[in-house]
């Protein structure tokens, strides 16, 4: 829409981008422009900006240029465009950048503080009107009492659910890019904080070798009678597990810490976007050793994945009879059982994440 660029923000220092929220203004508008680019691979259509060489440099010489100091960075701008994916595709926020969505906005200010406001007062003055006159003639106010009260809640109501919708769409990410581009002098709901966020913080967990030692006759039996009564009767069963239906357990879910962002961001800045499967890692701690290359070469990353996260479940066992380690040991130990049981936790319950195609993760998974 119109003919406003990255460039031209990002280069941009004055205005809405020369005050204190400059920088994090320029992540939005950043994040806005990385949303249209996700809306056109969700649609099908082509991106040749991402086979540039400066949509390269964009990411590992801007956004991860500093990774020690300011890796928090590349994760905003990633959540704030899933954000704006979010909004696009279910909920009413973007109406903002409709072709009369300032006008409905302008409308909507209108109706707050003056069409809702005269209905209440209206209606209280008819309620306070009835009130005071005689009960014999009750054809002054032909509602009554009830019916006037009636409209005063039902008005309020309304008045309520606009109040909060407007509030919404002022506070959000879409209204901070709309005013910050377009109407910058008009825009003062940039400090407003948002009512509802859109992340827990949290990343799922599944450990495939405790959920197969989790398994138990008890438990199969009830899952195969759950499933029984799910034939006759549309409900989800409570129990996943069954002698024909194994399933696996519910999974878990772990704050995302920030040692685990870091050491996702540190890996991806070292390998310059040109990811190795593993290769890297096993040439690195199997010096003067044969290297097991066959763990990162198969037909498809489903495959590689799940040889991996076994590997590291391994690891962690091992781990526990090991009475003490060093501080920076636990870390990478720590991070390597959580990023792997993340990886166990797409294939088991969100395959359509992953590269290949979902049945075929899932029956790889389920083997």
């Known amino acids: 829409r119109g003919h406003i660029t990255v460039s031209m923000v990002w280069s941009s220092s004055s205005g809405p981008f020369g005050g204190s929220e400059g920088p994090r203004l320029k992540e939005l508008c950043l994040s806005f422009a990385l949303f249209q680019l996700l809306r056109r691979r969700f649609f099908g ?30 994760y905003r701008i990633i959540e704030t465009e899933l954000a704006f994916t979010y909004d696009h595709f279910f909920s009413t926020t973007h109406s903002l950048f409709s072709a009369h969505g300032t006008i409905n906005f302008f409308l909507s200010i209108f109706c707050v503080a003056v069409i809702y406001p005269s209905g209440i007062v209206t209606l209280i003055k008819d309620l ?29 109501l309304s008045f309520a659910l606009e109040l909060l919708q407007l509030y919404v769409l002022i506070s959000s990410d879409w209204a901070k890019v709309e005013f910050a581009c377009r109407l910058p002098g008009l825009y003062f709901g940039k400090n407003l904080p948002q009512l509802f966020g859109y992340w827990q913080n949290k990343i799922g967990q599944h450990s495939l070798i ?40 519910k999974a878990d879910r772990i704050p995302l810490t920030d040692t685990v962002k870091l050491a996702i961001a540190r890996t991806l800045k070292e390998s310059n976007g040109q990811l190795s499967c593993g290769v890297s890692s096993l040439r690195q701690n199997f010096q003067g050793e044969e290297i097991p290359l066959w763990a990162c070469n198969h037909e498809t990353p489903a495959r590689t994945m799940l040889i991996w996260h076994v590997a590291t479940e391994y690891c962690v066992i091992a781990q526990c009879k090991i009475a003490e380690l060093e501080t920076l040991v636990l870390n990478h130990h720590t991070v390597a059982q959580e990023i792997s049981s993340y990886c166990a936790y797409l294939m088991a319950f969100v395959p359509e994440l992953l590269p290949d195609h979902p049945l075929e993760t899932t029956n790889c998974f389920m083997k």
Not at 217 to 232: C, N, P, R, T
């Open 45 to 74: 259509a082509d991106c040749p900006e991402a086979k540039l060489q400066k949509t390269h440099d964009l990411v590992f010489k801007g956004f991860l240029l500093d990774v020690e100091r300011n890796y928090e960075a590349a």
């Open 128 to 156: 306070l009107r009835y009130k005071h006159e005689s009960l014999s003639s009750p054809s002054r106010v032909p509602w009554g009492r009830t019916g006037i009260l009636t409209g005063v809640v039902l008005v309020m």
């Open 210 to 249: 405790k959920d197969l030692h989790g398994k138990s006759f008890i438990a199969d039996l009830v899952g195969s009678l759950s499933y029984l009564f799910q034939s006759f009767h549309s409900y989800t069963s409570a129990f996943p597990r069954g002698f024909e239906h194994r399933g696996v357990k």
